[in-house]
């Protein structure tokens, strides 16, 4: 308990104290997973709508193998990203290695399954009840997947949050692609980790707080206008 | 407007946003991978922004365990490497991938112990000694595990001390698999002894109930290297911004600003780099 | 909408129905039905539950495929030219927009512009009475209102032909009045109408002609007033006398 004491202690004096590392470790973190999510939500939300609506042979094969994708252990994509990025690998030349720009190349291979598992699902019951109707006003396919896709808007918000929220809180995958460098890619989660290793533990959970208050802050946002949108349109 | 156009152009707000992630910074710099024991010791927090102020050259750490960090530089993933297993290293060297092998700099080990010190060994100063009696008391022992410089080092010292591991391993010998940080971590909350470097002990806050029972042994000293990776087997390497760094470290200046990092007071660096 | 239209040269009407048949889970339930379907009168097609009205009028629509046989429209459509026939189904479904988003997404897939498809959805709107609700949720409105805003939708696509399943099925007694007279002015301005019930009073006030099913099959086709005056078969009399078929 005395530990957790001084943690959140410590967390009240980070975020008073505006420590501008802190600052810039904080809008790393945000940065590189605001940009993963997007890129994930550019590919999973249309490829989420695509297997819903379309039929296909393989096409439970594909759905399983995408809810699978689901539990894909974050550091196991650390390393295979690592092993693509590396000079000893096919995407070597890139240079991106120990940068910003792998960890959100990371993260969205990570999160991209979230959003298009989710989609698929909240697409396939919209579907259901939609199909009959947008066939008889002849909609194509592509047609209906965007139209679904925007109908479902509040619930594709929540997945969109919620990969997000892996995002952030991911370490494994960051840590490896990224390498904690100071001031270059050091985020939230692998500075915890840092602390976490050099014993300094008040320190490493205070800076989980702040990290976790951010992200609820952001969640509390988001659930606002999703509440006024879903009042307006039913 | 309604639907789809809205839905693009609220994406294309926030890609382009969220799309101002620091680019690789156009500013020198050079990538080197060292251990988590040396970063932790934060000598590389000590050094790095002399350097910078001194030539503009922004210096990189990626810190890993030893073989993590070999093998980084093997694949061409960095510039130089900063380690401390000399063995592995001059393999290395000796392999081709690495050139101009330098000696830095030595720190040393401590042997850490709870106050209680069930084995008997504190204040001596023979370290192979107290490794036999450790294993005779089967006393709780942590180990890193994890095949870096410290725990290449340690099982040299079960070597010399004519223990063989793999049959008097048992309960009291605990592998952590993991950096010096939390092997710490885990020997302070199992009162356990462990065998760790001056550098990252010194910095480390969790000690509960251990302290230092053995040091000063020269077997204890650990020795640190630092070479170019293979420019003629990665053509991309920056061997000039490389080679600054390196010769910059070696130098009379370099081996002054080492000597003058200190944790409460204490030096934890002796730099030892020899001309040429 | 223009009178006489029905004699256009470019007639979807009639409609030849040949040899229909449609299976599923291993039972018949269209057996070798054979149609034509001219424009003009109302056609109500009538029976129990279970008969397969429902069913042959979503193969006439394009939604189902026939198991054999064929429906062959008088002209042969373009491949998204189902806006020249349109669908009110039972229960109306609606977009998470506004009432005249809604009958104007209609439009846009029948390729309407902009600006047309604003005012064309609006002017079916104010012909249907939801001139008020233009702004409104459609999912959030009452079922009558919904139902009220599919016919508009439907109604803003100018179809030939529009069919009806169940329509008033789920609405209470105020509801299917509005929804009737809707219907019938719809076919007064000159669209076909096709609609399936099996509720007699709306086959009583709407059809011109009866089209009764059973099991699959037409047992009868007669004009209205003959039919229920004299049905000219037993399971159509008993279905009219309230027995259970």
């Known amino acids: 308990m005395g530990t957790i004491g001084l943690a959140l202690g410590q967390a009240a004096e980070l975020i008073a104290g505006f420590d501008p590392r802190l600052v810039q470790i904080v809008g790393l973190s945000f940065r590189v997973s605001l940009s993963a999510v997007v890129i994930a939500a550019l590919i999973g939300l249309p490829l989420g709508a695509a297997i819903a609506v379309a039929r296909f042979p393989g096409r ?3 759905i399983v193998v995408l809810n699978a994708l689901l539990g894909l252990p974050s550091v196991v994509v650390g390393l295979l990203v690592y092993l693509l990025l590396s000079r000893a690998g096919p995407l070597g030349p890139m240079g991106i290695l120990f940068t910003p720009m792998a960890m959100v190349f990371a993260q969205a291979i990570l999160v991209t399954p979230i959003i298009a598992a989710f989609t698929r699902q909240s697409v396939e019951d919209a579907w259901r009840e939609y199909e009959e109707q947008l066939n008889s006003l002849g909609a194509g396919p592509v047609q209906a997947a965007l139209t679904l896709l925007w109908d479902c808007r509040f619930s594709l918000l929540t997945t969109v949050l919620g990969g997000f929220g892996r995002a952030v809180a991911e370490v494994g995958a960051v840590m490896i692609v990224g390498g904690n460098i100071d001031g270059v890619t050091r985020v939230m989660t692998t500075a915890i980790a840092l602390e976490t290793s050099k014993g300094d533990l008040p320190l490493a959970l205070g800076l989980g707080i702040v990290l976790i208050s951010l992200v609820l ?3 509390a946002a988001a659930h606002l206008i999703n509440e006024a949108a879903q009042r307006r349109y039913g | 407007m309604n639907g789809i156009p809205r839905l ?11 799309a101002a992630i620091p680019a690789v910074a156009q500013d020198k710099f050079i990538t080197v991978a060292s251990t988590t024991s040396t970063e932790q010791s934060g000598l590389f927090g000590y050094l790095l922004p002399i350097y910078a102020k001194k030539t503009g050259v922004q210096v990189r750490v990626v810190a890993l365990g030893t073989g993590q960090a070999l093998d980084v530089g093997r694949r061409g993933d960095a510039d130089v490497l900063f380690v401390h297993d000399k063995p592995a290293e001059e393999k290395f060297v000796a392999d081709g991938f690495g050139v101009g092998r330098r000696e830095v700099m030595y720190n040393d080990f401590v042997l850490i112990g709870p106050k209680g010190d069930p084995a008997m060994v504190a204040r001596g100063r023979d370290i192979v000694a107290a490794f036999r009696k450790i294993q005779a008391a089967q006393a709780a022992f942590v180990s890193r595990g994890d095949k870096s410089g410290t725990h290449a080092a340690e099982l040299r010292l079960w070597k010399d001390a004519g223990i063989d591991l793999a049959s008097a391993r048992g309960p009291w010998y605990r592998e952590t698999g993991s950096g010096m940080g ?7 909350s199992m009162n356990a002894y462990i065998f760790a470097d001056r550098g990252t002990w010194l910095s480390f806050r969790n000690r509960g109930d251990l302290a230092v029972v053995v040091e000063g042994d020269t077997r204890l000293f650990n020795q640190y290297g630092v070479m170019l990776v293979n420019p003629a087997r990665h053509p991309h390497v920056k061997k000039d911004l490389g080679q600054a760094f390196i010769d910059w ?14 944790i409460g007071g204490e030096q934890l660096f002796y730099p030892n780099a020899r001309r040429g | 909408m223009v009178e006489g239209r029905m004699k256009a040269p470019s007639s979807l009407l009639p409609l030849r129905i040949e040899d229909v048949c449609f299976e599923a889970g291993g039972r018949r339930i269209i057996d070798r039905i054979s149609l034509e379907i001219e424009a003009g009168a109302r056609s109500v097609i009538l029976g129990p539950n279970g008969a397969g009205k429902s069913v042959l009028m979503r193969i006439c629509h394009g939604l189902l495929a026939p ?45 309407v512009e902009r600006h047309e498809r604003q005012a064309r959805a609006q002017r079916a709107l104010d012909g249907l009475g939801l001139a008020h609700l233009a702004g409104r949720s459609a999912r959030v409105l009452s079922g009558g209102e919904q139902q009220r805003l599919a016919l508009a939708r439907a109604w803003a696509l100018e179809p030939e032909v529009l069919f009806l399943d169940e329509p008033t099925a789920n609405l209470d007694p105020g509801a299917t009045r509005e929804i009737e007279t809707a219907i019938a002015n719809i076919g007064a301005a000159g669209t076909k109408i096709i609609m399936v019930t099996h509720d007699l009073g709306a086959a009583k006030r709407l059809a011109d002609e009866i089209i009764f099913l059973h099991d699959g099959r037409v047992l009868e086709r007669a004009g209205a007033g003959r039919f229920f005056r004299g049905p000219g078969s037993r399971e159509a009399a008993a279905f009219i006398q309230g027995e259970l078929l």
Do not use: C, D
Not at chain 3, 75 to 98: D, E, I, T, Y
């Open chain 1, 60 to 62: 439970q094969t594909v």
């Open chain 1, 217 to 219: 802050a952001l969640n």
């Open chain 2, 249 to 262: 470290i070696v130098s009379e200046e370099g081996q002054r600003v080492i000597a003058g990092y200190k």
């Open chain 2, 182 to 188: 939390p092997a710490l971590n885990t020997a302070s």
């Open chain 3, 67 to 111: 198991t054999s046989g064929r429906v062959i429209w008088n002209l042969s459509q373009p491949a998204n030219g189902r806006h020249r026939q349109a669908m009110v189904f039972q229960r109306p479904v609606m977009l998470r927009r506004s009432a005249l988003a809604n009958v104007a997404y209609g439009l846009k897939l029948a390729g």
């Open chain 2, 8 to 18: 693009l152009l609220v994406w294309g707000l926030i890609a382009a946003h969220a």
